[in-house]
T-cell receptor, first 113, second 121 residues
Framework: GESVGLHLPTLSVQEGDNSIINCAYS??????FIWYKQESGKGPQFIIDIRSNMDKRQGQRVTVLLNKTVKHLSLQIAATQPGDSAVYFCAEIPHSGNTPLVFGKGTRLSVIA | GAVVSQHPSRVICKSGTSVKIECRSL??????MFWYRQFPKKSLMLMATSNEGSKATYEQGVEKDKFLINHASLTLSTLTVTSAHPEDSSFYIC?????????????????FGPGTRLTVL
C-alpha cells in the first residue's frame, strides 16, 4: 500500500556537525510534506514544510529537500545541537483537501556532545 | 502561533471506568481535528478524523463505541475512552488543522497537542 518510510531508524551525530535525515514516500500524488520533531513524552512539533511545486525550503538551521523524481524527502539540520536530539517524522498529505497526514516510522537523532 | 492544548496530560484510572481527554486549539479555529495513538518507540497511528458539527470518521480497526469523539466547536474536540482496559494504556495525541491561514498558522498544517498519557490499572 501507499506509505511513507525512512531509510535510517537511528542517527548519531557529533555536536556541531550537520545532520541529514532521509524519508522515502510512495504516493506520487502527495503534494504537501511536513517534518515533525518529537521529544520524549511530548507531542510532535512542526519544524518545516514543503509543497510539491518546490524542491528546497530553508528555515532557521533546517533545510528540507524534495526530489519528486525519486520520491525522496530529506531534512538537513545545520550545526546540530544537543537540543536537537529527538525522533523526527516525515509526513505527507496524499491528496489535497481534508485528508489526514500519513506518518513515516521516525528516525531517532542522538547528538553526541 | 498555533497552539494546541490537551487536558489532562496524564491520567491513571481503574479498569472499567471512562476517561475523557480534551483537545483545544487556543489561537485558531480548527475545522478538523485528528486523534492519534502512539505506542512506545512507534509512530503515530491515526484513530479518527473529527470535523466540527459532524460525526467522526474512524480508521479501520478503531471501535467507535469504545473511543467516542465529539467535536463540539471549532476549538474543542474530546475523546472519551469508555470502559477502559489495560490494553488501552497508551499515549493519545490530538492535532488540529486550521481552516484559514492566520498569523503563524498555515491552513493545511496539522498542529499537535502535547499528548495525554493514559494508564489503566
Amino acid at each position: 500500500g501507499e506509505s511513507v518510510g525512512l531509510h535510517l531508524p537511528t542517527l548519531s551525530v557529533q555536536e556541531g556537525d550537520n545532520s541529514i535525515i532521509n524519508c522515502a514516500y510512495s504516493n506520487s500524488a502527495s503534494d504537501y510534506f511536513i517534518w515533525y520533531k518529537q521529544e520524549s513524552g511530548k507531542g510532535p512539533q512542526f519544524i518545516i514544510d514543503i509543497r510539491s511545486n518546490m524542491d528546497k525550503r530553508q528555515g532557521q538551521r533546517v533545510t528540507v529537500l524534495l526530489n519528486k523524481t525519486v520520491k525522496h524527502l530529506s531534512l538537513q539540520i545545520a550545526a546540530t545541537q544537543p537540543g536537537d536530539s529527538a525522533v523526527y517524522f516525515c509526513a505527507e498529505i496524499p491528496h489535497s483537501g481534508n485528508t489526514p497526514l500519513v506518518f513515516g516510522k521516525g528516525t531517532r537523532l542522538s547528538v553526541i556532545a | 502561533g498555533a497552539v494546541v492544548s490537551q487536558h489532562p496530560s496524564r491520567v491513571i484510572c481503574k479498569s472499567g471506568t471512562s476517561v475523557k481527554i480534551e483537545c483545544r486549539s487556543l489561537d485558531f479555529q480548527a475545522t478538523t481535528m485528528f486523534w492519534y495513538r502512539q505506542f512506545p518507540k512507534k509512530s503515530l497511528m491515526l484513530m479518527a478524523t473529527s470535523n466540527e458539527g459532524s460525526k467522526a470518521t474512524y480508521e479501520q480497526g478503531v471501535e467507535k463505541d469504545k473511543f467516542l469523539i465529539n467535536h463540539a466547536s471549532l476549538t474543542l474536540s474530546t475523546l472519551t475512552v469508555t470502559s477502559a482496559h489495560p490494553e488501552d494504556s497508551s499515549f493519545y495525541i490530538c492535532s488540529a488543522r486550521a481552516g484559514l491561514a492566520g498569523e503563524g498558522v498555515a491552513p493545511d498544517t496539522q498542529y499537535f497537542g502535547p499528548g495525554t498519557r493514559l494508564t489503566v490499572l
